[in-house]
């Protein structure tokens, strides 16, 4: 919509496909700082127990899936404890959709900023999807509060590959969440669809369940799921397992590129309708 | 000449209205989708492009600050929000060379449950503000706002007015090259106001900003602006010094006619003459502030009505505002029944009682209640209420708002 030369604005009509400019997002960047602190600081604005969410509800998910399908099912965990199975994947996977599910509302949330002001849209997604990292960031604590009471030991690999995966789930949910969000400003059913299709989502990611227990021949199936790599990964490295998935990992990371780029390309197609249709 | 700091060329919105349902839901375009396809011709629904500018030329000097006026629809919100890179447009451009700060609400992005001091930030960044720029002039603002011993409040409880002190100050503090603004300046009280119209002169006369203002006060722009810009229709009609064109925005666009005759036959009521009249019996289109107005209407029943007939006139301001509606039934209620003949009724209107300084058109219509409009005549005639020194405003330099300015008996009693 608009070229920059030196302290020129050029504004103009644009059609089809537009670049990403990564320069101005850096101009913006303080901006991205406020939209992200803010929504950390709103998140748990007027509960009583606040930030203790962040660990309840994962802890208590962990609790409920041990007894119901650890237990009662007997889903086998790969010889390590249930609990500590299922959590490693949990903290992952509820980091994954509740930051696609704030990317994908973020626009039509912020629908009153976007109509009064400009800024670069995309740091609106990409906040919505940086805030549920520091969520995540409690929930490991618990994490390790499991390896110590069960004694289980994370790899070394860990501190390498644990920021990768963080940053793999980040552009998964921001790429996706970046088009979601886009369609969501036109069609609003985004918002009904998809806590419904992450909850589908789930049960095709092996959380609660190892990827074991599903025929070979259909893991590539699974591993087009861009959560699958990431978890099968980060479950192998805490809890030291002796073989990393890297197949499945490399799988995952190229779906997640293609999913990023193509989410980003067609947000910033669209992101000139966004005051006109939101 | 210096190269224009706003370069405005053949600029062009066009918006599409569909008259299908207008944002639809997934459903409705697979829907669409499906009978386009099964129906095979190319029913593209009636979308219809609506033009809410047409080829806009404009030049804006450094230093300038230039006023946009017109009625509401003429295109200047989407003109300022195509300034601010809000929307694009469909054609032409603009070149801008300096940094561009736009003001098109006060409080953008402003979050409830965060407090003053927060919000501050925030809608500091959201405007484009630097954090290090919003911390050096962050006691300024607030001692604008005056809302010192509420800053750690959530401004879910602050009430309207601090809100909007707060949003206003934070947004008076911007130090960009180019600054938008659009009709903010009608928020808070009046004290406020004044205060908010000082801080926008500083910005645009001491520190030689170039200011781009939207508004319907305008004394407001008047005072702040040096050149206006008139909009109409998505068109620039006029542009040049700010009386000239404020002037010609206020004139009338139709001069209306004092008395009007109808020849028409077609209906069973039937409008032969209205007229408004002074209090000589004289067609007269202009009356001073505090003249009684004679309405004078005639008209002919030629068929029994044998339910309540209704005559009725409505008078409308310059803005499409309708002030009142009066009718036969005023007084009783129920209307006195009228037979076949001819009639003329008489209506005397106190203009400072009812109306204040301004330009107003009247309607007319006959009806049966519940049943049907028999005849309706619109914008056939009008008079202007000119200024005079039965105004108060005029007596004590003293702007009373409002639709009216009745003059009402005050009674102040001293209490011991």
């Given at each position: 919509m608009a070229e920059y030369q030196g302290n020129t604005i050029v504004i103009k009509p644009t059609k089809g496909w537009v670049s990403i400019n990564l320069r101005e997002l850096w101009r913006f960047r303080e901006l991205f700082y406020i939209f992200s602190w803010r929504d950390f600081k709103v998140r748990y604005k007027q509960t009583i127990i606040g930030v203790l969410w962040a660990i309840l509800q994962p802890f208590l998910m962990m609790v409920v899936f041990s007894i119901f399908f650890g237990r009662l099912a007997g889903i086998s965990s790969n010889g390590v404890p249930y609990p500590i199975f299922v959590y490693s994947g949990l903290i992952f996977w509820n980091y994954f959709s509740t930051a696609l599910m704030g990317a994908s509302n973020t626009l039509t949330d912020n629908e009153n900023i976007v109509k009064k002001i400009y800024f670069p849209r995309l740091l609106l997604p990409f906040s919505a999807t940086i805030t549920p990292l520091i969520d995540f960031f409690f929930a490991l604590l618990v994490l390790v509060g499991m390896m110590v009471y069960y004694h289980s030991a994370p790899s070394l690999l860990t501190v390498v590959l644990l920021p990768l995966l963080l940053l793999l789930s980040f552009l998964a949910a921001s790429g996706l969440g970046s088009l979601l969000s886009a369609i969501n400003v036109r069609f609003r059913d985004v918002r009904y669809a998809l806590p419904f299709l992450t909850q589908l989502l789930f049960f095709v990611t092996p959380v609660i369940y190892p990827i074991s227990i599903v025929p070979i021949q259909y893991h590539w199936v699974l591993s087009l799921n861009p959560m699958t790599g990431i978890i099968n990964t980060a479950r192998a490295v805490f809890l030291h397992?002796?073989?990393?998935?890297y197949t499945e990992l490399i799988y995952s990371t190229l779906v997640i590129i293609v999913l990023f780029i193509h989410g980003l390309f067609y947000f910033r197609r669209t992101e000139k309708i966004f005051a006109d249709v939101a | 000449m210096e190269q224009a700091i706003i370069s405005a060329q053949n600029l062009s919105k066009a918006y599409r209205i569909s008259h299908r349902a207008s944002y639809g839901t997934l459903r409705d375009s697979i829907s669409q989708l499906a009978k386009r396809l099964l129906t095979k011709t190319d029913q593209h629904d009636t979308v219809e492009e609506y033009?809410?500018?047409?080829d806009i030329n404009f030049d804006v000097q450094t230093g300038e600050c230039i006023g946009i006026i017109g009625k509401n629809g003429a295109g200047k919100s989407t003109l300022l929000k195509i300034l601010s890179q809000i929307t694009s447009p469909t054609s032409g451009q603009v070149t801008i060379n300096g940094r561009v700060a736009s003001l098109l609400e006060v409080g953008t992005g402003f979050h409830s449950e965060l407090t003053g001091r927060e919000n501050i930030f925030l809608n500091g960044a959201i405007l484009g503000m630097k954090q290090s720029e919003i911390r050096k002039k962050f006691d300024e603002i607030v001692a604008f706002a005056e809302v010192e011993k509420f800053l750690d409040t959530p401004v879910k409880r602050y009430s309207s007015g601090m809100y909007v002190r707060l949003a206003f100050a934070v947004a008076a503090h911007l130090e960009p090259e180019i600054l938008i603004v659009d009709e903010v300046l009608a928020v808070g009280d009046a004290e406020f106001q004044k205060k908010s119209l000082g801080k926008m002169r500083e910005v645009s006369e001491r520190s030689g900003r170039t200011v781009i203002f939207v508004s319907h006060n305008m004394a407001a722009i008047r005072k702040l602006c040096q050149r206006v810009l008139l909009l109409d229709k998505g068109r620039i009609i006029a542009s040049g010094k700010t009386d000239a064109i404020i002037t010609q925005y206020l004139r009338p666009q139709q001069e209306y006619q004092s008395e009007s005759l109808f020849n028409d036959d077609a209906h069973d009521v039937q409008f032969r003459r209205v007229a408004t009249l002074n209090i000589h019996n004289q067609p007269v289109r202009e009356f001073s502030f505090g003249d009684k107005i004679l309405l004078q209407i005639n008209f002919d029943v030629k068929k029994k009505i044998f339910s309540t007939l209704i005559i009725g006139f409505e008078i409308y301001n310059d803005e499409g505002l309708c002030i009142f509606t009066s009718t036969n039934a005023d007084q009783s209620g129920v209307p006195k029944k009228i037979g076949v003949g001819k009639f003329q009724a008489n209506i005397y209107i106190d203009t400072q009682q009812l109306l204040r300084p301004g330009n107003f058109t009247l309607n007319f219509h006959a009806i049966v209640p519940n049943i049907c409009i028999i005849e309706n005549i619109e914008g056939e005639i009008g008079f202007s209420v000119m200024d005079s020194n039965e105004n108060i405003t005029s007596k004590l330099g003293y702007i009373r708002r409002g639709v009216l300015e009745p003059v009402l008996p005050w009674n102040i009693q001293k209490l011991s």
């Open positions: 397992q002796s073989t990393i998935p | 033009w809410a500018l047409r």
